[in-house]
């Protein structure tokens, strides 16, 4: 029997199951979305599929009972472990009235939950990682024990909100970690022709805090580094910048065709790296998972799918008078 990392990280079989099923839930809303988009039942999709162990990882590293996230629109694996279920994401994806994130007004993946501490963001990149500085700020004032977690793209770390958001938090040594998710692409642009230096993480000596790059196609190692930096912001000493490298499985979003910048054979090859397919290997090598336990697992999460798909889609849409509320003071 192949030894269990897992159990060196402190998880559980049950933890390590729990991962996995949250993996495949966020892979099979997302598929289930691009059906609806293409039947025409639904306006857009913009994918997780390659970033679920990143998200999962990461996001189980956290304290759900008090951490707060600020995910960008790949986001899914992690606001589903942070509580958020596949009928509200369902939601969202209609634009429903009872969509939590918005009420449909927002596009589907900006992502906010208040009891869940899921931040809501804006459309323009990065907005969302000078928010989660001004949160570990508010939390480091008022001496709570939170820390604060934000998530971009590659690409988006070019964006002048990311220097600005970790400078600040390197001087003020606050509670936050930088999670950039990087997928080797932005839209049709290459990671080649995005940055400079070699990594992302390369950037992290010039703001004071360590830099990490790990391989996001596997849950345990993003769990590992994720959860350091959380005990690091909560002793006290600061923020981390870890990037996660991994690669973007659908085309940019649903109104894009990959094919007219990027090789279908370089997708093929990442295909055979996928982490629902990996994990699920190495959660069967280490006996933790079995064909049963499999087939058990994909029916709850394809009824889960199924239940939330029926539900948004025959939920009412909010009424267009709905569209002026909150727009200017009330
Ligand atoms: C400030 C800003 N510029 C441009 C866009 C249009 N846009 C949306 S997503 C995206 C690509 C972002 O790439 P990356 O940060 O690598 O994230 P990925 O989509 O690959 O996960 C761009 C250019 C935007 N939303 N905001
Ligand atoms: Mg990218």
């Known amino acids: ?10 998880l559980s079989d049950e933890a390590v199951l729990d991962m996995y099923e949250t993996m495949l839930l966020a892979r099979r809303i997302d598929e289930r979305m691009w059906l609806l988009n293409r039947a025409g039942k639904i306006p857009f999709v913009i994918s997780c599929q390659g970033q679920e162990a990143a998200q999962v990882g990461a996001a189980f590293a956290l304290d759900r009972s008090k951490d707060y996230v600020l995910p960008y629109y790949r986001d899914m694996g992690v606001v589903l472990t942070f509580g958020m279920t596949a009928k509200e994401i369902m939601l969202s994806g209609y634009a429903k009235a009872e969509d939590p994130n918005s009420g449909g007004r927002q596009m589907p993946g900006h992502f906010g939950q208040r009891k869940n501490r899921i931040v809501t963001g804006s459309s323009p990149v990065t907005t969302q990682v000078p928010h989660a500085v001004g949160i570990a700020l508010a939390g480091k004032m008022e001496k709570k024990d939170f820390v604060s977690f934000v998530t971009f793209g ?32 932005a839209i049709s642009v290459p990671v080649e022709k995005q940055l400079g230096c070699e990594k992302v993480s390369d950037r992290a000596i010039g703001y004071g805090m360590p830099g990490f790059t790990v391989d996001g196609n596997d849950p345990l190692e993003v769990y590992r580094v994720v959860k350091e930096a959380a005990d690091r912001g909560r002793r006290g000493d600061g923020p981390t910048l870890i990037e996660t ?3 973007r499985l659908t085309p940019h979003s649903s109104d894009d065709d990959d094919r007219s910048y990027r090789a279908p054979d370089e997708v093929a090859a990442a295909k055979t790296q996928d ?41 009412p849409y909010a009424a267009p008078e709905h569209a002026l509320n909150y727009v200017y003071g009330e």
Do not use: W
């Open 1 to 10: 029997m192949v030894k269990k990392r897992h159990e060196s990280l402190g």
């Open 154 to 185: 590659e690409g988006s770390s070019n964006q002048g909100d990311f220097h600005e958001g970790a400078n600040f938090a390197g001087v003020h040594k606050l509670p936050v970690i930088f999670m950039c998710e990087n997928n080797k692409y």
């Open 245 to 247: 490298v991994s690669y």
């Open 275 to 315: 982490p629902i397919i990996t994990f699920g290997a190495y959660l069967k090598e280490v006996g933790v998972l079995d064909d049963l336990l499999e087939s058990q697992i994909n029916n709850r999460v394809m009824e889960a799918v199924n239940e939330a798909t029926d539900y948004a889609e025959n939920a």
